[in-house]
């Protein structure tokens, strides 16, 4: 079974994403998907430590990536295809490389900004970010 991951960040170009994965999965059938979204770790300093309890905000940040999640989750359900979504913390383009390797993914399939290569490096992009630290295959959808 070929297995692909597609990060989701709500964006117009990650959608686009999720609609590419649906058409390489009807191409390569039995296939499954693997949508996720990564949250950067809150950093919670000073006197904001003492007002802030770190579950409440885990909570927070759970019930808005599962918002955030249903746009994807909707296409890929209505398309028929083999899913499984996660939400996880940390420092997103490592995160993404190391869980599409941990689950043997086949390839990741990303949106971008559709920046170009000068800005791209400027702005040190997710997605730059990501072709630079993974061996698997990435496609790019802009």
């Known amino acids: 079974m ?3 991951m597609v990060p989701f960040d709500g ?3 990650s959608l686009r994403a999720v609609h590419y994965a649906v058409s390489l999965v009807r191409d390569e059938s039995p296939a499954q998907v693997y949508l996720a979204t ?3 770790q809150p950093v919670i300093y000073g006197e904001g430590a ?5 579950r ?3 909570q927070i940040q759970r019930e808005h990536s599962e918002r955030l999640l249903e746009a994807a989750v909707d296409v890929l359900s209505k398309a028929g ?3 499984r ?5 940390g420092d997103v383009a490592p995160t993404i490389v ?13 949106g971008t900004r559709g920046m170009g290569a000068l800005s791209g490096l400027i702005m040190g992009s997710t997605a730059t970010k990501v072709v630079h630290l993974t061996k698997l295959p990435v496609i790019l959808i802009k």
């Open 2 to 4: 070929r297995k692909f």
């Open 38 to 40: 990564v949250n950067p």
């Open 98 to 110: 190391a869980r599409a390797e941990e689950l043997g993914c086949d390839a990741i399939v990303m």
């Open 85 to 89: 979504k996660e939400i996880l913390t």
């Open 11 to 13: 964006s117009e170009n």
């Open 50 to 54: 003492l007002y802030i309890d770190p």
């Open 56 to 58: 409440k905000l885990e």
């Open 81 to 83: 295809v083999s899913y």
